[in-house]
């Protein structure tokens, strides 16, 4: 029997699912921005297909903005 669960370490997402309006890239190239500016902040993602499982702290996770089918890696 398969699985619908995958186990990743990316999250791919566009502002439509929820990625950070505030995360700017143009912005953060003149001012970069660092952890202490998302201190408090809870972000919602959504209408991702299946279900993802993301590994906690101190394991990397990768946040990609999708923009147009392009990624970027924060």
Same mark, same amino acid.
């Given at each position: 029997m398969g699985s619908f669960i995958e186990i990743n370490d990316t999250l791919q997402i566009s502002v +439509? /699912?929820? %990625?950070?309006?505030?995360l700017d &890239? +143009?912005?953060?190239?003149?001012t970069p921005f660092?952890? +202490?500016?998302f201190v408090g /902040? =809870? %972000? +919602? @993602?959504?209408?991702?297909?299946n279900i993802r =499982? &993301?590994? $906690?702290?101190? $394991?990397?996770? @990768?946040?990609v903005q999708n923009i147009d089918g392009k990624w970027l890696y924060w």
């Open positions: +439509e /699912q929820g %990625f950070p309006r505030g &890239y +143009e912005r953060h190239k003149i660092t952890a +202490e500016d /902040q =809870i %972000f +919602e @993602f959504k209408d991702k297909p =499982i &993301y590994k $906690v702290p101190p $394991v990397r996770n @990768f946040l």
